[in-house]
């Protein structure tokens, strides 16, 4: 009887301790899966996309496919990519058209119609926010091109020149985008909209 007990008890102890151990996963390593079907479904999944054939195991596969465990991608796009990248040129339903204008546009990009209505008041308050965070350094608050950065380095435009007074928005999009002579362009760090509301502030700093 007590032999028998312990016998018992040293299964279950083996049978527990091997259920343990079947469960470690590692960093190359998923560890057992119990009921995989539930993680990798049948469907493309364009964040997991997975072109070996074979990956994963067999006997854990979906049937329906004859693929291993963990293919996912779909053969008939190219690179076998799970989702189709959109038609060259086309642009998302509602936003504006891209800007076209390269670098040596200026004359056609200065002609350029803000999109922001000329009543819209509210763009000043940004436009203030973003002209301190991005142009006061170089321009000065006021605009009158005597930021800290002027201050050291000569040839900051005066935006309250006479000379840069009748520039238009669709002007001064384009330099920030782009850039002139000594200053860097901006296009990188500034959004569009956040570039057409800068050259609202622009317009409105020069009233002053
Ligand atoms: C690192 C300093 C620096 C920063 C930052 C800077 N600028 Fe300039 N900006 C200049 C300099 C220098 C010039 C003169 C360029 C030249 O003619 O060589 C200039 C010229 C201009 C001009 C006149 C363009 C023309 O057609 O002659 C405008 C408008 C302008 N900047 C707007 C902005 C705005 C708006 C910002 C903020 C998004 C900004 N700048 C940020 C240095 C800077």
């Known amino acids: 009887m007590r032999m028998l007990k312990t016998t018992f008890n040293y299964l279950t102890f083996l049978v527990a301790g091997s259920f343990l151990i079947s ?52 053969p008939y796009n190219p690179y076998k990519m799970t989702m189709r990248e959109p038609v060259p040129n086309t642009v998302r339903r509602g936003q504006p058209l891209p800007y076209r204008y390269t670098v040596n546009d200026l004359e056609a990009a200065a002609l350029v119609e803000s999109p922001i209505p000329a009543e819209d008041e509210s763009v000043i308050k940004k436009g203030q926010e973003l002209y301190d965070s991005y142009c006061t350094h170089c321009h000065g608050a006021s605009g009158a091109g005597d930021g800290k950065v002027a201050e050291a380095y000569a040839g ?51 009233k002053n």
């Open 156 to 206: 900051v435009a005066n935006l309250k020149g006479a000379a840069y007074l009748e520039l238009s928005e669709g002007h001064i999009f384009h330099v920030i985008t782009y850039g002139k002579g000594l200053m860097g362009a901006h296009g990188s760090q500034v959004s569009p909209e956040d570039r057409w509301r800068i050259a609202r502030y622009v317009k409105e700093l020069q």
């Open 23 to 74: 469960c470690t996963a590692g960093e190359n390593d998923t560890g057992l899966e119990f009921s995989p079907q539930m993680y990798h479904a049948t469907s493309y999944e364009p964040l997991t996309q997975i072109v070996d054939e074979d990956a994963g195991n067999w006997l854990d596969s979906n049937d329906e496919d004859g693929h291993g465990e963990f293919y996912n991608s779909n």
